[in-house]
């Protein structure tokens, strides 16, 4: 129940396309969904959350979906640049006298000239 | 400029040695944790301290140990007991406010095992 399942592994768009990550939880507790983007050898940076009460969140060319009776969402980057390329994890955290995370499994993604 | 500071970045050891990793936050942030990543695993909780001079396991404490003596500290050592400590080991600090739900990462550390 405390998994988060993240696909694809991993991701190739052209320049200007739409990169979509999924993600899915089972654990109803969890009221907070980040994404935080990576890039090699650094430490991720939240990119972008949403709370449960919103269907959808936008900020800039990134946006989250959230499905709450299905238990999914998933990060849209639409126009992607070659300097989107990084690897993207979503994560789902409940508070509980501190955050608890659970982090996806990451999803690689590769944007071609 | 306010932020996580990891050391060293890269780090190796001889198998049987006891390794600290040191994590160092200006965030004036009372949670912090620690976290390990290994390719296609995404990342796993080892420990986290809510405040100073207590700190709890996460779900892969074993062949770790901790301290938070300062606010700004949080150390963790890898001792000999982890059977597979080559990995990357970042560390995060958040508020405890439940109305600000935000982890803030360091840079990290990489440890290799010769």
């Known amino acids: 129940q405390q998994q988060v399942k993240q696909s694809p592994q991993s991701l190739i768009v052209q320049k200007g396309g739409i990169s979509i990550i999924n993600c899915a939880y089972e654990?109803?507790?969890?009221?907070?969904f980040p994404w935080y983007q990576q890039f090699p050898g650094k430490g991720p940076a939240l990119l972008i959350a949403i709370r449960p009460d919103v269907s959808e969140k936008k900020e800039g060319r990134f946006t989250i979906s959230f499905n709450k009776s299905a238990k999914q969402f998933s990060l849209h980057i639409m126009d992607s640049q070659p300097g989107d390329s990084a690897t993207y994890f979503c994560?789902?955290?409940?508070?509980?006298?501190?955050?608890?995370?659970?982090f996806g499994t990451g999803t690689r993604l590769k944007v071609l000239a | 400029d306010g932020g996580i500071t990891q050391s060293p970045k890269y780090l190796f050891r001889k198998e049987g040695q006891n390794v600290t990793l040191s994590c160092e936050q200006n965030l004036n942030h009372d949670a912090m944790y620690w976290y390990r990543q290994d390719p296609g695993q995404g990342l796993r909780l080892i420990y986290y301290s809510q405040i100073v001079n207590d700190f709890q396991k996460g779900d892969i404490a074993e062949g770790y140990s901790v301290s938070r003596e300062k606010k700004e500290s949080f150390p963790l050592t890898v001792t000999s007991a982890q059977k597979n400590p080559t990995a990357f080991y970042l560390c995060?600090?958040?508020?405890?406010?439940?109305?600000?739900?935000?982890?803030?990462f360091g840079a990290g550390s990489r440890l290799t095992v010769l």
């Open positions: 994560a789902a955290s409940f508070y509980s006298g501190t955050y608890k995370y659970i």
């Open positions: 995060a600090s958040s508020v405890r406010d439940p109305g600000a739900n935000v982890l803030t």
């Open positions: 654990n109803t507790a969890f009221d907070y």
